[in-house]
């Protein structure tokens, strides 16, 4: 069986004295998609922060093809590959729509997306190309998130809850072009409150409470029980 | 006649000013640092200018050319080994900090070059002027407006046009957000630094060649700065600049009326913008 | 379990405390001439450094140009005695008054202004105030006046008497300020601007009025440094605009001896003023030297150790000299 991806072993991610995450272990296999799941608090976002390298933790905790990453930078991690969709967008407002895919790309990575087939995957942006980037409805600010990420042609995406705060009908649209970024040969780890969503789009789930992994599984086989006593932590 | 006379030179001077606020404009809008060691840096350059000339014999405007450089390089420097270690969100790290480096840099001077007021030599072009009109205007003065406005147009092109002014703007939104773009935060700040005394070289040169200085300058060419980015208001260079020519012009006016009012006028011009509009003339940004 | 303000630590540093200010008190009998001028210095520059510090430490006002105020207290002195007719001691108390109120439009401009740019603000005010006083030719102009002998005699009788008083009106204005400095800090006043300190988001969420706290620290402030300023300059007996707003002297030295002592602590001013007198004692031949020493230990200290040496020793061993924490005990009955 091939290195997986991505390895994360025993992962503990503190806030100052607080603890967020406790030996948190996963694995991603190339061109997989993993869908993490969890009710608020449960450590979902801590995970997504620790992997990019906006939180800092052992180096050792945090292996991406066969490196240790968990105490990089941000910067650095994103140089090797790895880019986040974060959670509530945060796009730059000063910066265009345009200007906000273009610093998505100024690493110069060598892969199928640039600002011509972002533009074909979510046509409005082309339109609103010239536009102050927070002057954009919910969903079109996600889209630009989520093009900003391409950009980079990372290897690996992080989607920290794309859906939150979005109207069902921009949430489905997005879902919908999901498979069309991933079949690109690209790896992603998507965050969801949604748990339908999440299951559509993804090969196997971790299930995170309170900071611990409460269920593993395949996306197509684990029960619906299963996930619910995993989500609310009842035994 | 008088009186536009003193309307225009008061404008020119303002040129002048705005070349020592751009520097600062400049780091506040992109790290929200204010640099209180920026006058004893203009003055830093203004003796750099000075050992540059003496030494090799050039023309002053000529020794930008190591002036500009060198100073970059230690921006570069200062900030990646100190400055940046004060960023956050408690502001008394980099006031005091920077206050510090105020009190070294004064005092070295003073060491290496005593209280003596100093002056560089430009030659013909300090005495030299143009007719227009009714009035004669100093080739230096226009000459230094000139330099003001053409780097100011010069940092808002970079800013809007270049993918270095993307990453700073970036930086300035959303420090941490701007790392997941692969920008290095430490060496972002380190190239705005470097920027900034750049700019303030160049500042320090046309000082140095329009009055005299000494090691204990520094202070009021901070204040004279502070005082135009707040009149023009906080994150707008252009905005720098119109309140420089504002500084310029009250300080003239008040000069005309008595020559000991000239800086008091100043002040006052300031204090009465904080009074009646205390974001400044053209703000973008909030303080 | 109990909840108490004062430790064993606080209890014998307040004994120790008394000690040394007896001893002090009965200074003119022990000391002598040059001792006691080198006292009053340091009994005065506590005070000025106490002051900064609540503002800084305390408030979150920084400010670089209390230096106005300390000129302003000088010439309001002057200007008392000389043209009022008025006792120096009674000039003292009238600069303190005055000062307080010359600080009411001074902050309601300043405080329009945030963070550092506040800080440059109020060195502006002080540059404002150098360059009018400068322009005032009756007391000096730009040159500046000497003290009347007149005035200086009236004081009281003999050299060593007008001596003695002017060592217990420093060492008193230092009591004076430490203790009020203390009593407001245990007030709840006090508390509310230790709650601004720490968090000023969710101080103002507490309803606590975060602009008019502020506003009256610096006009308390400003009225004590006022009285400072005044008492500086009765002993300096001439002043000039130069001297009476000098940076260096009035605001350099004194964040370097509050950044060093340690900074919004009351225990840091009084270990800063003692470091620092006793590094210009032993470089004081240095001159500029001196100045860079002081700004390099200054960034060093911001940069390492931010609560100053009184912050280094109270991580060390956890325990104040001025009881100003509640501290909760346990008792054995606790289960």
């Known amino acids: 069986m091939a290195e997986p991806l991505l390895s994360i072993k025993g992962l503990d991610s503190h806030y100052g004295d607080f603890q967020a995450l406790y030996g948190v272990d996963m694995s991603l296999a190339e061109g997989e998609v993993l869908a993490i799941i969890g009710a608020n608090g449960a450590g979902k976002t801590t995970l997504m922060r620790s992997i990019s390298g906006l939180m800092s933790n052992g180096a050792s905790q945090i292996t991406y093809r066969s490196q240790h990453i968990g105490a990089l930078r941000a910067d650095e991690v994103a140089a090797r590959g790895i880019a986040l969709v974060p959670e509530g967008r945060q796009l730059f407002p000063s910066l265009s729509v345009e200007e906000n895919l273009l610093i998505g790309g100024r690493m110069h990575r060598k892969g199928p997306w640039d600002l011509t087939a972002v533009f074909e995957l979510f046509p409005i942006l082309k339109e609103r190309r010239a536009v102050p980037s927070t002057s954009l409805s919910g969903g079109q600010q996600q889209m630009v998130a989520i093009g900003r990420a391409l950009m980079s042609n990372p290897d690996l995406i992080l989607f920290d809850e794309i859906s939150l705060g979005l109207a069902p009908i921009i949430i489905k649209s997005i879902y919908e072009a999901l498979p069309g970024i991933v079949g690109t040969g690209m790896s992603a780890m998507i965050v969801e409150q949604d748990i339908s969503k999440a299951l559509s789009v993804s090969d196997r789930l971790y299930c995170l409470q309170e900071g611990r992994v409460a269920l593993e599984g395949a996306s197509n086989e684990v029960s619906r029980e299963a996930i619910s006593a995993a989500y609310f932590g009842v035994t | ?287 | 379990m109990k909840v108490t303000r004062t430790s064993p630590a606080a209890r014998i540093a307040a004994i120790f405390g008394l000690l040394v200010l007896i001893i002090l008190a009965a200074g003119p009998y022990w000391a002598g001439r040059a001792d006691m001028r080198l006292m009053s210095e340091i009994f005065l520059y506590l005070a000025l450094a106490s002051l900064w510090n609540l503002m800084a430490g305390y408030a979150g006002l920084v400010s670089v140009g209390q230096q106005a105020f300390v000129g302003f207290g000088g010439y309001m002195l002057f200007a008392l005695t000389i043209f009022g007719g008025l006792s120096p001691v009674v000039a003292i108390a009238g600069a303190a008054v005055l000062g307080s109120l010359i600080a009411v439009p001074v902050a309601v401009l300043i405080f329009r202004l945030r963070g550092a740019y506040f800080a440059i603000g109020t060195w502006v005010m002080a540059e404002v105030f150098r360059l009018t006083f400068a322009q005032v030719s009756a007391l000096g102009g730009g040159s500046g006046s000497s003290l009347p002998v007149g005035i200086v005699r009236s004081m009281a009788d003999g050299r060593a008497a007008r001596e003695a008083l002017s060592y217990w009106l420093a060492l008193g204005m230092a009591v004076v300020v430490i203790a009020a400095v203390y009593f407001f800090l245990r007030s709840r006043q006090g508390l509310a601007l230790t709650a601004i300190r720490d968090n000023e988001l969710a101080a103002g969420s507490l309803g606590i009025d975060i602009w008019r706290t502020k506003f009256v620290v610096y006009i308390v402030t400003a009225g004590l440094t006022s009285m400072v300023g005044a008492l500086i300059f009765l002993q300096k007996l001439r002043i000039s605009p130069d001297a009476a707003f000098s940076v260096n002297d009035w605001t350099a030295f004194v964040i370097f001896i509050v950044v060093i002592g340690g900074i919004g602590t009351l225990e840091g001013p009084i270990i800063g003023t003692l470091i620092f007198f006793a590094l210009r004692e032993t470089l004081a031949d240095l001159g500029s030297t001196y100045l860079m020493v002081l700004g390099a230990v200054a960034i060093v200290i911001m940069l390492k150790a931010p609560k100053g040496v009184w912050g280094l020793i109270r991580s060390r061993y956890d325990f104040e000299l001025f009881p100003l924490s509640y501290r909760v005990h346990h008792d054995d009955t606790d289960k």
């Open chain 2, 1 to 287: 006649m008088d009186w536009v006379n003193a309307l225009v030179q008061g404008t020119l001077l303002g040129g002048l000013y705005a070349l020592f606020a751009a520097g600062l404009s400049l780091i506040f809008g992109i790290m929200r640092l204010v640099n209180i060691a920026h006058g004893d840096l203009i003055v830093l350059a203004s003796y750099l200018g000075l050992v540059v000339v003496t030494a090799t014999g050039m023309h002053p405007l000529l020794a930008l050319a190591v002036a500009v450089p060198a100073m970059a390089v230690l921006g570069y420097v200062l900030q990646h080994g100190i400055l940046n270690q004060t960023l956050g969100d408690d502001l008394l790290p980099p006031l005091l900090v920077t206050f510090g480096l105020s009190v070294i840099i004064q005092n070295a001077l003073l060491e290496g070059f005593t209280a003596d007021p100093q002056k560089m030599n430009a030659g013909a072009i300090e005495t030299a002027s143009v007719s227009v009109g009714s009035l004669q205007l100093g080739v230096l003065p226009i000459l230094t407006f000139a330099t003001a406005v053409g780097v100011i147009a010069a940092l808002q092109w970079m800013f809007y046009n270049t993918a270095l002014g993307r990453a700073f703007r970036a930086v300035s939104d959303n420090q941490e957000i701007a790392q997941l773009m692969g920008l290095n935060r430490r060496h972002i700040f380190g190239l705005a630094m470097g920027l900034a005394l750049g700019v303030t070289a160049i500042a320090g040169i046309f000082l140095g060649i329009r009055t005299s200085f000494d090691p204990s300058a520094g202070a009021s060419r901070l204040i004279f700065g502070f005082e135009a980015v707040i009149i023009g208001g906080l994150g707008n260079l252009w905005g720098t600049l119109a309140g420089g020519v504002i500084l310029g012009v009250s300080q003239t006016l008040g000069a005309k009326i008595d020559p000991g009012y000239q800086i008091l006028a100043g002040h006052i011009a300031f204090l009465v913008v904080l009074a009646v509009r205390p974001q400044g003339l053209f703000p973008r940004v909030s303080g």
